[in-house]
């Protein structure tokens, strides 16, 4: 396999799972300083120029975050990341969803991104403050779920990499305070091996 991805992405959630399970593949950085995502090369395995992609054995590519973590975990199914009982596989992808739909790209891209939403750039600042008042409530959200649990939904699962990279985000880039319970579950991340390993992989 081989794992496109940009340093300090969602597509470090991905990177971890790979890790996690252990099976070969290959990371393949794609410079966006460069604006690489939007040439041919990679244009040709994503025409979505994003990350993460996953191009398999077979050489076909899967894009998006939730189907490559879904993937990962079906065929990799003796590691244990897809809850069994259909009660706790829904919260872990309700929980997901919630992360990469709202927390990722309506949140995060309002802060990093208010140009997406608003051309005027006096508007700008309100925006990036809108953004970071939509991750607090989303922060909130996700604590109180977590109260009394280690991993999301009670077993580590592919939802753990997803709140990581987030949290991972607060922490690093706007030293935004995490919750008590998101702060412990940012903790035992860090202490992972897999996450270790992939963070170093990244130049972390």
Known sequence: MKLYYSPGTCAIGIHILLEEIGAPYDAIKVDFAARAQYEAPYVAKNPKSKVPALERADGTV???YQAISVWLGLTHADKHLIPPDAERHARMLETMDYIVATLHMQAWQ???RPGNFIA???EHPALKARGLEMLAKGF???DAKLAGKDWVVGDYSLADPALFFVSWWA????RQ??????????ARMNARPAVQ???KAEGF
């Open 110 to 112: 309002r802060f990093w």
């Open 171 to 174: 922490a690093r880039n706007t």
């Open 120 to 122: 005027n750039e006096a």
């Open 177 to 186: 305070e995490l919750p008590s319970h998101i702060a412990a579950h940012y």
């Open 62 to 64: 899967l894009t998006e």
């Open 140 to 142: 909130a959200l996700l």
């Open 197 to 199: 390993r992939a963070l």
